[in-house]
């Protein structure tokens, strides 16, 4: 079954005068993910790819867990600053590891982890 892991790249953004200025915190978490995902386990039914925008801007930084026969789970809130971001990456993928293995997708508050609990923006059926 294949699955993916969609990152916002806008997230966490600095604009001035209408422009973006630096890298922003979706670009850096992404980067982050991408170097973990070259070692992670089994990439054969999981792939990564950035999105400009997800529509929850306010809850930067966001990515969205997807399958087609399995709900799409939103997250934001996810920190992307310097100290904390290896921490996220390393979160999103253990939680990808059990969506991916989970027949339903279904995911328990209490076996996501950390910082994935209290971040879901939303849960939606598959079609
Ligand atoms: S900028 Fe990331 S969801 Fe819109």
Sequence with gaps: MVHRLMVC???ASTWENGKKIGISGGEILFQELTGLYQSWGDRSNFDICAI???????HACVVTFASPAKPSY????????????GDTAAAILQCAE???DRPN????WKERPEPLRNGVIARIPPL
């Design 74 to 85: 939103v997250f934001g809130d996810l920190p992307s600053d310097a100290e904390r971001v």
């Design 98 to 100: 059990i969506y991916r």
């Design 9 to 11: 790249t806008t997230c």
């Design 105 to 108: 997708g279904l995911m328990a």
């Design 52 to 58: 400009a925008c997800m529509s929850a801007c306010s």
